[in-house]
């Protein structure tokens, strides 16, 4: 454990490295996987040696960032991880890298300070957004290659420039690596824009259970195992299902029951004023105030009423 | 009907004149708003007398634009259509000023050249990008409610810059845009993420009647008066809607059917291949390769009908 460095000491150090190994976060998205790739392209075309690991695969949507990577063998001299913000987020086939890492390149601000040496920018969007700098800084020339990762990773963490965290340097950066040819429209497609058809059967499914309770201030959705069945979904694509009832212009807070062996698997989501950690700690869950989670063994319609039961009591108390 | 002018030239115009009507396209969304107060802000703080309309009421969504806007009573010396391609655009009650615009500024490709003078900038992801260049070029420096329109303007025809209209030019906007503190985040949640009860209940009404065509290449769904009215939703709740076909995996082609007075209006999206002002093109329509629309008069069954016949052509000259 140990401090920040500066861009320009940051620079430096890879400068005099070889044989680097850049580490990805586990469960790996677009900023992790934009971020290490960007800088093995950028150390690559310096005449290092450089590799990227991950304890999980890498995932298909992500592989045009790296269509052809073939890994190069070295033992590693100096360890670098990007986006990484916490050693438990190495994952079991990187654990045995954990207390050897020279440098960590973050942008979150709850980063643990776990590596030798870090460089934390706390305000970019992404640690992409960081890289850049840093490809800068070595005095590389941003290539396409290189520039599609930045892309890629300041476009997924940002929600596609939508979140709070992106700004008017994230903007200029996203500018600057569209006028070197990024194909932005098609990676925002592939990242945002698409829906597999069962995905729109599930959504239909999931609508046609839509409940409002509470003066229409509690929404609430429901998925049975028929229901996945019927839309030939698996759950990779129900990912963001739980969200939808709390999107709803004036509601409060969203339910969703979902059917799992013996009982249902509840998320609770809320907008602004209720806790729903403290709604879920009643029935033995929890999470975060604005996202939280429980298990009730019931019947459908019986764990929907006891959920509601606490919801109203909930509005009652903060006077809603 | 007359032809192109330069910026310098709008600008010009611009400077000379007063008391001016500044025109947004029927159903009026964030592009056409924004430009058009973007424009309104600008002229009044160079002491013109300048109102904005439209022949439907400002949606509640956008009133963030003009919180408290009160339109000034004059008779109008110089109109300016803003973001309106075609006369079909003006509605009902702004039909009275189609012969007698003298100025359009707009981004669509399919512009018909009806105002005396027009402005074009057909690769400019939104009018409001347009704008801000008129804004400087008038020599009035963008405060925070003009950045809020020309931002908003952006950020809604790109679909949060999404869109292969997004340039690197797009980002600097938004870039310089936020940079004046437009609040880009709050913006996007209202645009965005925010869903009305109707709405949800016409995506549901939606999903049902999609279907697939062409080995799944082709989406199609409708919506007709008798959903919209049990679903509660308003012409203002529909934004968006007809993206959702072509936003399905594997979907080329995604084509919605809107009945309204007389027939069915015909939105088209495609991809990446099938040019979709060309397939409206055949019922005397336009627009942009990626998004085009048309009217077809007739029943909902038979318009179907007529538009899967062209898109099937349109499959076959491309081999797909």
């Known amino acids: 454990m140990s401090g920040s460095i500066t861009l320009e000491q940051v620079c430096n150090r890879l400068k005099k490295q070889d044989n680097i190994l850049i580490l990805a976060?586990?469960?790996?998205?677009?900023?992790?996987?934009?971020?290490?790739?960007?800088?093995?392209y950028a150390l690559q075309s310096m005449g290092k040696h450089a590799r990227v690991e991950c304890s999980d695969p890498f995932p298909l949507r992500y592989q045009f960032m790296f269509p052809d990577y073939v890994p190069e063998q070295f033992t590693e001299q100096y360890i670098v991880a990007a986006d990484i913000a916490d050693t438990q987020l190495f994952?079991?086939?990187?654990?045995?890298?954990?207390?050897?890492?020279?440098?960590?390149?973050?942008h979150h601000p709850s980063n643990t300070f776990y590596a030798t040496e870090t460089y934390l920018v706390a305000d970019a969007a992404a640690t992409a957004e960081v890289m850049m700098d840093v490809i800068d800084g070595l005095g590389v020339s941003l290539n396409l290659a290189m520039a599609t990762c930045?892309?890629?990773?300041?476009?997924?963490?940002?929600?596609?420039?939508?979140?709070?965290?992106?700004?008017?340097?994230?903007?200029?950066?996203?500018?600057?690596?569209?006028?070197?040819?990024v194909d932005n429209a098609e990676i925002n497609r592939e990242m945002f824009g698409r829906k597999t058809q069962s995905r729109i059967a599930i959504e239909r499914e999931v609508y046609n259970t839509m409940e409002y309770h509470c003066d229409?201030?509690?929404?609430?959705?429901?998925?049975?195992?028929?229901?996945?069945?019927?839309?030939?979904?698996?759950d990779s694509e129900l990912e963001g299902v739980s969200a939808i009832p709390c999107q709803i212009e004036g509601v409060e807070v969203g339910v969703t029951l979902r059917e799992?062996?013996?009982?249902?698997?509840?998320s609770l989501r809320t907008s602004r004023?209720?806790?729903?950690?403290?709604?879920?700690?009643?029935?033995?869950?929890?999470?975060?105030a604005r996202a939280s989670g429980c298990f009730i063994k019931d019947t459908l319609e019986s764990a929907k009423q006891k959920v509601?039961?606490?919801?109203?009591?909930?509005?009652?108390a903060a006077q809603l």
């Open 273 to 288: 004023y209720i806790d729903a950690s403290e709604i879920c700690a009643q029935f033995g869950g929890g999470g975060h």
């Open 216 to 234: 229409n201030k509690c929404a609430v959705i429901c998925m049975t195992q028929e229901m996945l069945q019927k839309a030939g979904a698996d």
């Open 91 to 106: 994952g079991k086939n990187s654990e045995k890298y954990i207390d050897k890492v020279d440098l960590c390149i973050d």
């Open 308 to 316: 509601l039961a606490v919801v109203k009591k909930a509005f009652a």
């Open 260 to 266: 799992k062996e013996g009982g249902y698997k509840i």
């Open 25 to 40: 976060h586990q469960n790996p998205d677009g900023d992790t996987l934009g971020s290490c790739f960007a800088l093995l």
């Open 150 to 181: 930045i892309y890629t990773g300041i476009s997924t963490d940002t929600g596609c420039f939508r979140f709070s965290n992106t700004t008017a340097k994230t903007h200029r950066a996203a500018s600057r690596v569209i006028g070197l040819g």
